[in-house]
């Protein structure tokens, strides 16, 4: 396997303050492993849409604010520092994120050797603003 190239990024610099659609930039790839920063200007998952990823998720809010919901009725808000670990297809969806200021996410994305693997953007459909 060949090394990583090395790469240098400001997580909270160059954040857009307003958006049609959520900001999704891939910072790593490997195999079985990527981290995105994502960007939400007051986007929230479309009505009725769930994310059911065949890969684990941890994710982090650096800045701003936001709410999860899981199909079981479990709500979680989270602001700076906090963090989410979803294991592979738990459905969810975002209620909603900070709609006046951006909300910087920072997620990692892994899946188990030999398992079936899709990729996210495949099962990601677009956040609407509000």
Known sequence: MRNPTRRHTRLLHDVPSSLDQEQVEELLRMPNVRIER???TGHTSPEGFWYD???HEWVTVLS???K???EDGL???LGPGDAASIP??????????S???PTVWLAFFWSEPGLERR??????????PI
């Open 38 to 40: 994502i960007v939400s």
């Open 88 to 97: 592979a297809h738990t459905r969810h969806r975002v209620e909603w994120t």
């Open 75 to 77: 709500e979680v808000e």
């Open 119 to 128: 990729q996210r953007r495949s099962s990601r459909r677009p956040l609407k």
């Open 68 to 70: 999860l919901r899981y």
């Open 53 to 55: 990823q065949a890969e």
């Open 99 to 101: 709609p006046n200021a």
């Open 64 to 66: 701003g604010r936001a």
